[in-house]
């Protein structure tokens, strides 16, 4: 297996963060984790509520959390899943649940409990046979269309799974009837009241056996694989890959979509070739990430060094994430190509081939994305929608077809169908990686050659992330910070001309700052779980004009997260409200 080069040491890597010397290497022993011991550690640790890291919490993607840490445990499970049945009441959804999981081992055991709850409060689940495992985008895809031509009696959906994050991490995310991410509002009402059950010791929980759920009245199998696998050709250009007869290989990466690529290839005829169909909860096939753990990321150069050695086998080659709502795009030309590159090439492709879709249909980005995709929506005539980060910003615009499409800079994405109406509403990794395809077959190039294209017209960016320690107060000050606590009016030589603490898109909060200059940004943001707080930042000067960006952004946030700032910003508001 080809792997990556890395020094016998720790080494400076992307932003300045340390690189594992095993990153890139296959996983070793010593890494894998102990499944028995953390199922149990599920079933017999309880959570302690005095303890904030022991509550349930959802982020931007759900409550997630280790069951050795006591912050995925059996009483969230049990305590979030009565909080979605109160809400469901709460908001009259009537209609069937649509419950998926991941390959998590942490997945199944998560899932029996939730469905404990749903059945004993009466919730209609629909659930693949066979516990099968079930993408994030097939969920949304099946309550967007059940929920089709339907004013009352709507569907939701439950999804088990932390995503890409390392093999000792569970995950839960709700998503109410508009088939995406649970809004903010939403998310807070449930949280607050999982929290109430786990500070009275579950006391209101309903429950009962899990055989005993499994034969409910309303317990009912649905094949979410065949509804999404048979409905792809309405998203995608099945007929030109087929006839290209491009050579098509896909990792699944051990996660919820490894038995959807199989049927794809045989319903659409296409010249397509599974790596690896191995399912194991300790994902011990993995090479390893930039710090030495195992995670399951189709961004990463580290984690996907399977699929990069095998790239001349293919004209194109994908990967997905576990629960396959993150796409990893692998070209002959290039290697892996950057998620920021892929969107801004994927963009200009389907609005020049996709001729149905509507005039006023926009190009969604989050405000940490590329600004190649601000020059390259500009260059296809569209619209730009500009937000902060987390997925659930986009929904509303992709289900009522004013977005075209959608994505962020850690590999997330969705686009409307070829008639330019709704696909999903949650990120989508299939789509985006048979689009690659797509592109591949109908432009005689692969998507890095079309980015290069593009960057000889537009300008060459180059992008990248740092993180720097921070404390719970210096988090919750940098989430607050206001314009008027930058002093500086350049960035690396260029005048400043914007400072951004709301999306220009939607005028939300970015939880944040962002500062923008002709040819360069930054945007600073708390970390959601870490200690940390994360600097984003692009030149389209080269390599050292960013190191100068990074390194004056670092200290414009230090100074504004020095103690007195906000006291002094406070101080020149009041002074100007008085005038």
């Given amino acids: 297996m080809a792997t990556v080069d890395v020094a016998d040491g720790p080494v400076s890597g992307v932003g300045g963060m340390k690189i594992s010397p095993r990153a890139g290497k296959p996983a070793e022993d010593a890494v894998l984790v102990n499944v028995p011991r953390l199922v149990t550690a599920y079933f017999t640790d309880r959570p302690d509520p ?33 909080a979605i049945c109160l809400y469901r009441a709460r908001a009259k959804i009537m209609g069937p649940l649509f419950l998926g999981m991941d390959t998590h081992a942490l997945s199944v055991p998560a899932l029996a409990s939730a469905l404990e709850v749903l059945a004993a409060n009466d919730v209609e689940v629909r659930l693949a046979p066979g516990e099968q495992y079930t993408p994030t985008p097939a969920v949304s895809h099946a309550i ?81 694989r065949g509804a999404y696998v048979a ?44 790596v690896s169909t191995v399912v194991d909860p300790t994902f011990r096939f993995m090479t390893v990430d930039w710090d030495g753990q195992i995670r399951m990321d189709p961004s990463s150069i580290y984690a996907m ?23 990893g795009i692998v070209t002959r030309s290039d290697g892996l190509l950057a998620p920021n590159h892929y969107l801004a090439a994927a963009i200009s492709y389907l609005f020049q081939h996709r001729p149905h879709w509507p005039q006023p249909a926009a190009v969604g980005k989050t405000v940490v994305s590329s600004q190649i995709i601000d020059r390259v929506t500009a260059k296809v005539g569209r ?26 800079e850690s590999a997330g994405a969705s ?18 990686a048979l689009l690659a395809a797509e592109m591949t077959a109908r432009m005689g190039r692969d998507p890095a050659e079309t980015y290069r294209g593009l960057t000889r017209e537009l300008g060459e960016p180059v992008y990248d992330r740092v993180e720097a320690p921070a404390t719970p107060g210096q988090k919750d000050s940098l989430a607050k910070l ?84 906000g006291r002094e910003a406070a101080a020149t508001e009041a002074k100007l409200q008085r005038r």
């Fill in 50 to 82: 005095s303890v904030p890291a022991q509550r349930v919490r959802f982020g931007t993607s759900g409550h997630r959390g280790s069951a050795f840490d006591r912050a995925f445990n059996e009483a969230h499970i049990l305590a979030i899943a009565q």
């Fill in 144 to 224: 967007l269309a059940y929920n089709r031509g339907r004013e009352a009696g709507l569907a939701d959906g439950i999804v088990v799974t932390p995503s890409h994050n390392p093999p000792h991490d569970g995950g839960f995310k709700y998503n109410p009837p508009h088939g995406g991410p649970a809004e903010t509002s939403v998310t807070a009402w449930i949280e607050a009241k999982a929290n109430e059950f786990l500070e009275n010791d579950l006391r209101g929980v309903k429950r009962m056996p899990y055989e005993r759920a499994l034969r409910a009245p309303g317990t009912h199998w649905y094949d979410f």
């Fill in 231 to 274: 409905d792809l050709g309405g998203v995608i250009d099945m007929d030109a890959i087929r006839a290209s007869k491009i050579r098509l290989g896909v990792d699944p990466l051990g996660g919820a979509g490894v038995h959807y690529w199989e049927p794809i290839a045989e319903r659409y005829g296409l010249d397509l070739t599974v």
């Fill in 305 to 327: 060094q399977r699929l990069i050695g095998l790239k001349d086998r293919f004209d194109i080659a994908f990967a997905c994430d576990t629960d396959h709502d993150r796409h």
């Fill in 383 to 408: 619209k730009l929608y500009e937000v902060p980060v987390g997925f659930k910003w986009f929904v509303q615009g992709l289900l009522d077809g004013s977005l075209g499409f959608a994505g962020e």
């Fill in 415 to 432: 686009f409307a169908r070829r008639d330019g109406s709704v696909w999903t509403t949650d990120k989508d990794g299939l789509v985006p």
């Fill in 482 to 565: 206001s314009p008027e606590q930058v002093k500086v009016t350049d960035l690396a030589g260029e005048r400043i001309l914007t400072l951004l603490t709301q999306a220009p898109g939607n005028g939300a909060a970015i939880g944040g700052l962002k500062v923008v200059a002709e040819s360069a940004w930054f945007a600073a943001r708390p970390s959601g779980t870490e200690a940390i707080y994360k600097i984003y930042a692009e030149s389209f000067r080269g390599a050292a004009h960013l190191a100068r960006v990074l390194e004056e952004a670092q200290a414009i946030v230090a100074r504004a997260l020095a103690p007195g700032a």
